[in-house]
């Protein structure tokens, strides 16, 4: 899966990934290979991103994440 995280200014991660979990209005939730295409809004909280190669965490302040294809997009106001 490829994952993008972008601010109004900056991207701040391009890669591929095994595994995201992002902060949903409605709750934490896991983005796993093959998941089904979904747009949801998300609350200020971390973005957990899996790598083959480790994890890594970006705080981000709210926004919207798309899901289609395995290709992740995340539309962050900002990122902490």
């Given at each position: 899966?490829?994952?993008e995280?972008l601010?109004?200014?900056?991207?701040?991660?391009e890669g591929?990934?095994?595994a995201?979990?992002?902060p949903?209005?409605?709750?934490s939730?896991?983005?796993?290979h093959d998941?089904?295409p979904?747009?949801?809004?998300?609350e200020?909280?971390?973005v957990?991103?899996?790598?083959?190669?480790?994890?890594?965490t970006?705080n981000?302040?709210g926004?919207?994440v798309?899901?289609?294809?395995?290709?992740?997009?995340?539309?962050?106001e900002?990122?902490?």
């Open positions: 899966m490829t994952l995280i601010t109004p200014d900056k991207k701040v991660f591929e990934v095994t995201v979990t992002v949903g209005t409605m709750g939730f896991q983005i796993l998941h089904a979904i747009i949801s809004t998300l200020d909280g971390p957990i991103v899996k790598t083959t190669t480790g994890n890594e970006f981000i302040k926004g919207v798309e899901v289609l294809k395995n290709k992740i997009i995340v539309l962050a900002g990122v902490a």
